[in-house]
């Protein structure tokens, strides 16, 4: 494998590492991207003149060190470029989600007090010019993508590669800038990052260069990261996850970082590139394999044979070879013509051939989600991480993964739970504040710098793990005192290919109730197998067929919470399918696809109402947000069923 | 902007040159069905001209006439300073004009790359043998026409797409495959036939916006038929209004939404 060399720790800021690199990793590549449909690489030394040039049209520009700089995109080398050249300056740079409309933008941009822009294209550009008369402190915009953009007053506006030549032109600052980076300290800011948080306005997220380089240190020793991985990034650079990764990680173990062409063509850039270490959500594995279970239910006869016997086959086997356990020779055998028949393929139509270490985190995975790729020989573990802790606070130890727990506390991590149950911890990435919001970092960070997390979880004895139950206030309490856990029954529920989202009710109530939302690839899918016509996504969810199936979800739900005495309360009596998929831009979700519980509640009250009043149907009306910022209305009739549940003398009895 | 001189400059600060095309006089029959009758009007360097009017007004004649596919009975069609005989189609692709087609004329079996491509063939020159065997200039041709195909695929945000057949793909996405097809041509006069007939109202914004990012970025001179008359005036800067084969308006948008017979001819006028 490549090189192990690490950089030496006294190089305590991201500049100071990128110098590094441009020397002692120079020919390695650092950037890719594909350009005109043809992967284009840019080595350590390249990045490093690119970022240098960049950096010293933005002195030219008037950027002064404490400034902060906003960056919108999709992942792009040249933001990245602009975040290093950012910190060069001494500035911070504030990677903001660019799904978010041009309100929620607005109020970063304006709480940051950006004072330059990075965007990508004339899209951002446009949002944020709208938005501009409420952004006072918004002097400069730069952008990368010049197309559409020729005939914008270019007086505030200026291009990417302008910004560069002048940075060329005047490299008379070079002395200064190389002063700027060597007086840059490890307990200046690194990054600031807004939390999507499922309730209230976002916050920013202050964390250090020690922070980052800590965090990013310890877990690539943990997990032997070398310059020879690579990676794709593809998931929203606002995120901390991508800044670790793409940015803390990246220059830290030298390894390439991949950016996909365009959003669409995700799937294709993660096969070309066959990345060796590969992060994503569980909604993304989820989606992988709904796909392939799609795929697979249209295959011939023999296709379909082949595929359940070595899947059933590797679903035995596989985790335990993957763990070196010992494992019979024939079923080795018969696991090694399985890879050449099914696994290889498969894992190479995934992309995922090369990944040796994939990571999932942010929401529980499925364990027969998990189980499916661990089986396939994909090294897929689990963290549990927070922006506010550079990502780490557990990870799996190879050899101990599982798909229930989160690992257990990563290198320099103290774990603790308090008497309510709720997970602190305390490490060297823990971040320095919110940004202009010392009441919440006081709420948050305690004095001793013990940081609560929100989710109530438990050690597991014997082994360490730990084990997250849910949002620590969402965990309540049902009107007859049982246990009421809305994210585990949710999770439970969406396991299921065919559910998408689910949102379950039941604090202080005497029956929990829940809001489903249909996957629209698996369930039309199944519909056109069935010769089911529908319209529209509305229609297709009200289908009694439709109803049929997901009762039938949700009754195995409510055996399997039966089988937990502490859960049982939590069984789900009656339930509807909603007309509408939860969205971002409606508030529903945050950007991170979290569910944001207090605002369905507020939006659906009266189907909410119904659910519990034993109504057979009910009348419903939504306001939608369309992705420019125009509102219509979808409207339907719902249908409300009942589920059946496992009843406590049925327990007893049984 | 009501002197037709040598040249105007829009509102949005793009200066349009002189005529690259006039028509004169044309008129147009099929036996005894007069479809277009005595028709004049030019397109000018670098303007979007839109043709505009009610169903069966005559607006793909005219367009078929400018294409050189239709031979008028009577009157001229000068192109550059040239006056235009009877051609082929080949022929007047080679002249620099491209089209796309009401009813989406592609390939369906072949990929989008493929579809594009096929509209460099007026600019590949190699012989057919060095091409059947591809080595020596047809290699080298190629490469050169895939990275100008490369650079369309980019343009129009279709990279998700290169490699699918058009058959599979949305309606929407098709027109814009055969938007990059005639791209391909690098043609100096762009002719849309119903460039946004049957899409969805966020469809025809992507499409707008393609349409005036190509006259933007590439200079190219563009003609086009269209039926949605909100999207017509937003996007061109003068408008010619054909009714029953005649010429019934021509000028800017708004002169041209405010002119009484074309208020007339789209919403009918009251029985007497």
Same mark, same amino acid.
């Given at each position: 494998?490549?090189?192990?060399? %690490?950089?030496p720790?006294?190089?305590?800021?991201?500049?100071?590492?990128l110098?590094?690199?441009?020397?002692?990793r120079?020919?390695?590549?650092?950037?890719r991207?594909?350009?005109?449909? /043809?992967?284009?690489?840019?080595?350590?030394?390249?990045?490093?003149?690119?970022?240098?040039?960049?950096?010293?049209?933005l002195?030219?520009?008037?950027?002064?060190?404490?400034?902060?700089?906003?960056?919108?995109?999709?992942?792009?080398?040249?933001?990245?470029?602009?975040?290093? %050249?950012?910190?060069?300056c001494?500035?911070?740079?504030?990677?903001?989600?660019?799904?978010?409309?041009a309100?929620e933008?607005?109020?970063?941009?304006d709480?940051?007090?950006?004072?330059?822009?990075?965007?990508?294209?004339?899209?951002?550009?446009d949002? !944020?010019?709208?938005?501009k008369?409420?952004l006072?402190?918004?002097?400069?915009?730069?952008?990368?993508?010049?197309r559409?953009?020729?005939?914008?007053?270019?007086?505030?506006l200026?291009?990417?590669?302008?910004?560069?030549?002048?940075?060329?032109?005047?490299?008379?600052?070079?002395? =200064?800038l190389?002063?700027?980076i060597?007086?840059?300290?490890?307990?200046d800011t690194?990054v600031?990052?807004?939390?999507?948080?499922t309730?209230?306005?976002p916050?920013?997220?202050?964390?250090?260069?020690?922070n980052?380089?800590?965090?990013?240190?310890?877990?690539?020793?943990f997990?032997?990261?070398?310059?020879?991985?690579?990676?794709l990034?593809?998931?929203p650079?606002?995120?901390?996850?991508?800044?670790?990764f793409?940015?803390?990680?990246?220059y830290?173990?030298?390894?390439?970082v991949?950016?996909?062409?365009?959003?669409?063509?995700?799937?294709?850039?993660l096969?070309?590139?066959?990345?060796?270490?590969?992060?994503?959500?569980p909604?993304?594995?989820?989606?992988l394999? &709904?796909?392939?279970?799609?795929?697979?239910?249209?295959?011939?006869?023999?296709?379909?044979? !082949?595929?359940? &016997?070595?899947?059933?086959?590797?679903?035995?086997?596989?985790?335990? /070879?993957?763990?070196?356990?010992?494992v019979?020779?024939?079923?080795?055998l018969?696991?090694?013509?399985?890879?050449?028949?099914?696994?290889?393929?498969?894992?190479?139509?995934?992309?995922?051939?090369?990944?040796?270490?994939?990571?999932?985190?942010?929401?529980?995975?499925?364990?027969?989600i998990?189980?499916?790729?661990?089986?396939?020989?994909?090294?897929?573990?689990?963290?549990?991480?927070?922006?506010?802790?550079?990502?780490?606070i557990?990870?799996?130890?190879n050899?101990?993964?599982?798909?229930?727990?989160?690992?257990?506390?990563?290198?320099?991590v103290?774990?603790?739970?308090?008497?309510?149950?709720?997970?602190?911890?305390?490490?060297?990435?823990?971040?320095?504040?919110?940004?202009?919001?010392?009441?919440?970092?006081?709420?948050?960070?305690d %004095?001793e710098?013990?940081?609560?997390?929100?989710?109530?979880?438990?050690?597991e004895?014997?082994?360490?793990?730990?084990?997250?139950?849910?949002?620590?206030?969402?965990?309540?309490?049902?009107?007859?005192?049982?246990?009421?856990a809305p994210?585990?029954?949710?999770?439970k529920?969406?396991?299921?290919?065919?559910?998408?989202?689910?949102?379950?009710f039941?604090?202080?109530?005497?029956?929990?109730?829940a809001?489903?939302?249909i996957?629209l690839?698996?369930?039309?899918?199944?519909?056109?197998?069935?010769?089911i %016509?529908?319209?529209?996504?509305t229609? !297709?969810?009200?289908?009694?067929?439709?109803y049929? &199936?997901?009762?039938?979800?949700?009754?195995?739900?409510?055996r399997?919470?039966?089988?937990d005495?502490?859960?049982?309360?939590?069984?789900i009596?009656?339930?509807?399918v909603?007309h509408?998929?939860?969205d971002?831009?409606?508030g529903?979700?945050t950007?991170?696809?979290?569910?944001?519980?207090?605002? /369905?509640?507020?939006?659906?009250?009266? /189907?909410?109402?119904?659910?519990?009043?034993?109504?057979k149907?009910?009348?419903?009306?939504t306001?939608?947000?369309?992705?420019?910022?125009?509102?219509?209305?979808?409207?339907a009739?719902?249908?409300?069923?009942?589920?059946?549940?496992?009843s406590?003398?049925?327990?007893?009895?049984? | 902007?009501?002197?037709?001189?040598?040249?105007f400059?829009?509102?949005?600060?793009?200066r349009?040159?002189?005529?690259?095309?006039?028509?004169k006089?044309?008129?147009?029959r099929?036996?005894?069905?007069?479809?277009?009758?005595?028709?004049?009007?030019?397109?000018?360097?670098?303007?979007?001209?839109?043709?505009?009017?009610?169903?069966?007004?005559g607006?793909?004649?005219m367009?078929?006439?400018?294409?050189?596919?239709?031979?008028?009975?009577?009157?001229?069609?000068?192109?550059r300073?040239?006056?235009?005989?009877?051609?082929k189609?080949?022929?007047?692709?080679?002249?620099?004009i491209?089209?796309?087609f009401?009813?989406?004329?592609l390939?369906?079996?072949?990929?989008? !790359?493929?579809?594009?491509?096929?509209?460099?063939l &007026?600019?590949?020159?190699?012989?057919?043998?060095s091409?059947?065997?591809?080595f020596g200039?047809?290699?080298?041709?190629?490469?050169?026409?895939?990275?100008?195909?490369e650079?369309?695929?980019?343009?129009?945000?279709?990279?998700?797409?290169?490699?699918?057949?058009?058959?599979?793909?949305?309606?929407?996405?098709?027109?814009r495959?055969?938007?990059?097809?005639?791209?391909?041509a690098?043609?100096?006069?762009?002719?849309l036939? =119903?460039?946004?007939?049957?899409m969805?109202?966020?469809?025809?914004e992507?499409?707008?916006?393609?349409?005036?990012?190509?006259?933007?970025?590439?200079?190219t001179?563009i003609?086009?038929?269209?039926h949605?008359?909100?999207?017509?005036m937003?996007?061109?800067?003068?408008?010619?209004?054909?009714?029953?084969?005649?010429k019934?308006?021509?000028g800017?948008?708004?002169e041209?939404?405010?002119?009484?017979?074309?208020?007339?001819?789209y919403?009918?006028?009251?029985?007497?």
């Amino acid at each position: 494998m490549g090189d192990h060399v %690490a950089p030496p720790e006294a190089l305590d800021t991201l500049p100071k590492i990128l110098d590094w690199n441009a020397t002692a990793r120079a020919g390695l590549p650092a950037s890719r991207e594909k350009a005109f449909g /043809i992967w284009q690489s840019f080595t350590w030394a390249e990045v490093r003149e690119e970022a240098r040039a960049f950096a010293l049209g933005l002195l030219n520009l008037g950027l002064a060190p404490g400034d902060r700089v906003a960056i919108v995109g999709e992942n792009r080398p040249r933001l990245y470029w602009a975040m290093a %050249a950012s910190q060069m300056c001494g500035a911070v740079p504030v990677p903001v989600y660019q799904d978010s409309v041009a309100e929620e933008m607005q109020y970063v941009l304006d709480h940051a007090g950006a004072r330059f822009a990075v965007v990508e294209n004339q899209e951002q550009v446009d949002k !944020l010019l709208s938005v501009k008369d409420r952004l006072p402190a918004l002097e400069r915009m730069i952008y990368v993508e010049p197309r559409g953009l020729r005939r914008y007053d270019h007086e505030r506006l200026h291009a990417f590669g302008e910004v560069q030549a002048r940075g060329r032109a005047g490299a008379d600052r070079a002395e =200064e800038l190389d002063a700027l980076i060597a007086s840059a300290k490890g307990a200046d800011t690194c990054v600031m990052l807004y939390t999507s948080g499922t309730t209230g306005k976002p916050k920013g997220v202050v964390l250090s260069h020690d922070n980052i380089l800590s965090a990013a240190r310890s877990s690539s020793v943990f997990d032997d990261l070398c310059a020879a991985d690579s990676v794709l990034a593809y998931l929203p650079m606002a995120w901390v996850g991508d800044f670790i990764f793409s940015m803390g990680q990246a220059y830290v173990c030298g390894f390439s970082v991949a950016c996909p062409e365009s959003a669409e063509t995700m799937l294709s850039d993660l096969k070309e590139i066959g990345p060796t270490y590969f992060f994503a959500p569980p909604r993304v594995f989820e989606n992988l394999l &709904t796909s392939v279970t799609i795929r697979m239910e249209d295959a011939g006869k023999l296709k379909k044979w !082949l595929f359940r &016997t070595f899947m059933d086959h590797a679903k035995r086997v596989g985790p335990d /070879i993957l763990d070196g356990k010992p494992v019979g020779f024939m079923d080795r055998l018969k696991y090694r013509l399985g890879d050449l028949l099914v696994y290889g393929p498969l894992k190479n139509t995934l992309g995922m051939s090369r990944v040796r270490l994939g990571y999932t985190a942010g929401e529980a995975i499925g364990p027969e989600i998990f189980q499916f790729y661990r089986a396939l020989g994909v090294n897929l573990k689990q963290l549990y991480g927070q922006t506010e802790a550079s990502v780490f606070i557990t990870m799996q130890p190879n050899g101990e993964v599982r798909a229930d727990t989160v690992g257990v506390p990563s290198p320099g991590v103290e774990l603790r739970i308090d008497e309510k149950g709720e997970v602190w911890y305390r490490s060297p990435g823990v971040f320095v504040e919110y940004y202009k919001q010392p009441e919440k970092t006081a709420e948050t960070k305690d %004095a001793e710098g013990w940081v609560a997390t929100g989710d109530a979880g438990f050690i597991e004895e014997g082994t360490g793990h730990l084990r997250i139950i849910d949002r620590a206030k969402d965990v309540g309490k049902m009107a007859d005192g049982s246990l009421f856990a809305p994210k585990f029954i949710e999770n439970k529920l969406k396991f299921f290919p065919d559910i998408l989202e689910a949102v379950v009710f039941g604090a202080g109530r005497d029956m929990c109730c829940a809001f489903v939302n249909i996957d629209l690839g698996s369930v039309g899918n199944w519909a056109e197998r069935n010769n089911i %016509a529908y319209a529209s996504y509305t229609e !297709l969810a009200q289908h009694p067929r439709v109803y049929e &199936t997901i009762r039938a979800h949700v009754e195995a739900v409510n055996r399997s919470l039966a089988e937990d005495p502490m859960l049982a309360g939590g069984q789900i009596h009656r339930f509807v399918v909603l007309h509408k998929q939860l969205d971002a831009d409606d508030g529903e979700l945050t950007r991170t696809q979290k569910v944001r519980r207090t605002i /369905i509640a507020d939006r659906y009250a009266p /189907i909410i109402e119904a659910l519990y009043s034993g109504a057979k149907e009910v009348f419903a009306e939504t306001e939608v947000t369309y992705e420019d910022g125009r509102k219509g209305k979808i409207s339907a009739t719902l249908r409300i069923e009942d589920a059946a549940v496992v009843s406590a003398q049925r327990r007893a009895a049984a | 902007m009501k002197d037709m001189g040598q040249g105007f400059v829009t509102p949005d600060g793009r200066r349009i040159g002189g005529p690259v095309m006039e028509v004169k006089n044309i008129t147009l029959r099929f036996g005894g069905v007069t479809a277009l009758s005595d028709i004049s009007f030019d397109i000018r360097e670098g303007e979007v001209r839109a043709i505009i009017g009610p169903n069966g007004a005559g607006k793909s004649s005219m367009l078929n006439v400018i294409n050189g596919f239709y031979h008028p009975q009577e009157g001229e069609v000068w192109f550059r300073g040239q006056k235009r005989g009877p051609m082929k189609p080949h022929q007047i692709a080679h002249q620099g004009i491209a089209r796309t087609f009401q009813n989406i004329a592609l390939f369906k079996g072949m990929s989008t !790359l493929d579809n594009i491509m096929s509209g460099r063939l &007026t600019k590949m020159k190699a012989s057919m043998f060095s091409q059947a065997y591809w080595f020596g200039a047809a290699e080298r041709e190629e490469t050169e026409h895939r990275e100008a195909v490369e650079r369309i695929i980019d343009f129009l945000e279709i990279q998700a797409i290169r490699k699918t057949p058009v058959g599979r793909l949305p309606y929407g996405l098709q027109k814009r495959v055969e938007l990059g097809r005639a791209l391909a041509a690098e043609p100096s006069l762009l002719l849309l036939d =119903e460039p946004m007939a049957g899409m969805n109202v966020e469809e025809k914004e992507d499409m707008s916006r393609f349409i005036l990012d190509v006259n933007d970025e590439f200079g190219t001179t563009i003609a086009l038929i269209e039926h949605d008359m909100g999207v017509v005036m937003d996007i061109s800067d003068r408008v010619v209004v054909l009714d029953y084969g005649r010429k019934i308006g021509d000028g800017p948008p708004d002169e041209v939404r405010n002119d009484q017979a074309v208020i007339d001819a789209y919403l009918g006028v009251p029985h007497e």
